[in-house]
């Protein structure tokens, strides 16, 4: 289960230092070239340099130990975390380049792309750059999907909210690339500047489009998510036994991506009511070795069975 909390943070680490090295060289780029798309492009790479510091620290909160205020840890600290960095990503990332695209391209006359050349090297080194961080976090994918889900629905029914901030962030990084790379070649053949200004507020577009997404997704989860349909039967296999005579009632929830409740009611077969403890820790075994890869809090109750029983 250690192993399975850890994975997900090899792609931010790789993202951090990805971003540190592609921001330096798009700050230079911007510098000689004063092209908006670049500048667009810097900003981004800045924020995203602080959401991976903001995904670290909320980390390290999610592995804080229970406590008498926080009985069940504060694993979902990373929840937390990650709405953050979605909303600097839209606020600071996105409404701020369209805002300085619309200004350049109000004033078309007044900017141009200088030391092209320069900027079209800086942004070819930053798409390996990005492409290689991109790489990174398709692998923590692919250890994570074990249900070899395609890859949007995985990105929508998973847990590890680090996994789809890394995810989004270098994907958009390398679209945004390529569009300031066009942006830039269009500026350099036509000699006109509106091309670069256009590039800028897609990617401004583009920002704000991928944080509104992430502020859903996050909304969800803070919330609280129940388990997958795959998790949830197999949890409710562990009650198909002949001390159980109903499931009247189950509930789930993650606390963090590796951390979860179960709750349930049963009615216990007539035969085994003097064991029912000895039944229910057996159930509470079954659980925890079937998804192994899962801190779980399990609470089990007894109760009659009623036909019009509705759960509450």
């Not at 009985?71 to 600290?77: D, Q, S, T, V, Y």
């Not at 990084?173 to 256009?198: E, K, Q, R, S, Y």
């Not at 509104?212 to 998790?231: H, K, M, N, Q």
Request: glycine share 6%; hydrophobic share 50%.
């Amino acid at each position: 289960m250690e192993e399975t909390k850890k994975e997900g943070m090899a792609s931010v680490i790789a993202a951090l230092v990805a971003n540190i090295l592609v921001a330096i060289s798009k700050f230079v780029g911007f510098i000689l070239s004063g092209s908006t798309a670049m500048m667009n492009e810097s900003i981004h790479s800045v924020i995203d340099c602080g959401n991976q510091i903001l995904l670290l620290v909320g980390d390290r909160k999610a592995h804080h130990q229970a406590s008498d205020r926080h009985p069940f840890g504060e694993a979902r600290a990373k929840y937390f975390y990650s709405t953050i960095v979605a909303m600097m990503l839209f606020f600071a990332g996105g409404a701020l380049g369209i805002m300085e695209a619309v200004e350049k391209l109000s004033s078309p006359g007044e900017h141009g792309v200088e030391n092209a050349g320069v900027v079209l090297g800086i942004l070819v080194f930053g798409m390996i750059v990005e492409g290689s961080s991109l790489r990174v976090a398709f692998k923590e994918i692919a250890k994570l999907n074990k249900e070899k889900l395609p890859l949007i629905r995985f990105l929508k029914e998973s847990r590890h909210s680090e996994i789809l901030i890394i995810f989004a962030e270098d994907s958009c990084a390398v679209v945004g690339l390529v569009l300031a790379l066009l942006g830039t070649i269009l500026t350099m053949v036509t000699d006109n500047a509106m091309f670069d200004a256009l590039s800028g507020l897609f990617i401004g577009i583009m920002l704000c489009l991928a944080a509104l997404f992430l502020a859903r997704e996050f909304y969800s989860l803070l919330i609280g998510e129940s388990v997958t349909d795959a998790d949830l039967a197999t949890i409710r296999k562990s009650f198909d036994r002949k001390e159980v005579k109903h499931l009247i009632d189950i509930k789930t929830i993650h606390l963090s991506a590796t951390d979860i409740m179960v709750t349930a009611k049963i009615e216990v077969d007539t035969e085994w009511l003097p064991e029912a403890s000895v039944v229910i820790n057996d159930i509470e075994r079954q659980i925890r070795s079937s998804i192994p890869d899962y801190k779980i809090y399990i609470y089990i109750e007894t109760d009659k069975y009623l036909e019009d029983y509705h759960r509450e």
